[in-house]
């Protein structure tokens, strides 16, 4: 069993950063596939970035360029780093992994996933 648990959400202006972070334990990261999803009130949880196993990376349209994910092994977290950040990525923010590989299909999907974090909230005004 996968235990993931955020951390460095808050609250900022719009065009600041932050950079949240996921520790995970039980298990070897290269074996999973690990993601970043949010869900703003009123709507569908969505894929932001995955990382999958190969280091291999995905990104939503909505943040390509502004996004980073990124993990280091020895400390088991996993990272969102966000840069000129928007009024629309308010939301909370959560952790999730598979044990696998996307392989490139559907890595923001996130029915592949079964581990979930808590989330950490993002507020941008």
């Known amino acids: 069993h996968v235990q993931l648990v955020e951390s460095g959400g808050g609250s900022v202006q719009a065009g600041e950063s932050l950079r949240l972070s996921c520790t995970y334990s039980?298990?070897?990261?290269?074996?999973?596939?690990m993601g970043w999803f949010r869900q703003a009130p009123g709507k569908e949880r969505e894929g932001v970035a995955a990382i999958d196993s190969d280091g291999s990376t995905s990104y939503a349209d909505s943040v390509k360029g502004r996004f980073t994910v990124s993990r280091d092994a020895a400390k088991k977290t996993l990272y969102l780093t966000m840069n000129s950040l928007q009024l629309e990525d308010t939301a909370m923010y959560y952790c999730a992994a598979f044990r696998g590989t996307a392989a490139g299909n559907r890595p923001l999907d996130m029915t592949k996933y079964n581990n979930w974090g808590q989330g950490t909230q993002v507020t941008v005004s």
């Open positions: 039980g298990h070897t990261y290269n074996a999973y596939c």
